[in-house]
Nanobody, 123 residues
Framework: VQLQASGGGLVQAGGSLRLSCAAP????????MGWFRQAPGKEREFVAG????????YYGESMKGRFTISRDNTKNIMYLQMNSLKPEDTAIYYC?????????????????WGQGTQVTVSS
């Protein structure tokens, strides 16, 4: 199983980016999905999660109101729309999939991970 994260880049503070996570050949709708991020010298942090049917979402506290997670099960793709970006959002962003129920916030519960995409927000 390969998850392919893309869409990262360099953006000024206050700007927006949309990340994508593609899962070709994967039974996408059988999995809950999540986004995590990791900044240099910091632990991996939960960003957002979405239930396999797309109807329930969860966000890290500092992302609420700025980030929106969504998915299209017909295209096997998940998105993270990030608005009002701040320099502290700078990190490598990873998408992940989990087949079992349980907390979306625990990275250890995820079965598959993408390679990560770098997001850099300049001040």
């Amino acid at each position: 199983v390969q998850l392919q994260a893309s869409g990262g880049g360099l953006v000024q503070a206050g700007g927006s980016l949309r990340l994508s996570c593609a899962a070709p050949g994967f039974t996408f709708s059988n999995y809950d999905m999540g986004w995590f991020r990791q900044a240099p010298g910091k632990e991996r942090e939960f960003v957002a999660g979405i239930r396999r049917d797309g109807y329930v979402t969860y966000y890290g506290e500092s992302m609420k109101g700025r980030f929106t997670i969504s998915r299209d099960n017909t295209k096997n793709i998940m998105y993270l729309q990030m608005n009002s970006l701040k320099p502290e959002d700078t990190a490598i962003y990873y998408c992940a999939a989990k087949g079992d129920v349980g907390s979306y916030r625990q990275s250890g519960l995820y079965d598959y991970w993408g390679q990560g995409t770098q997001v850099t927000v300049s001040s």
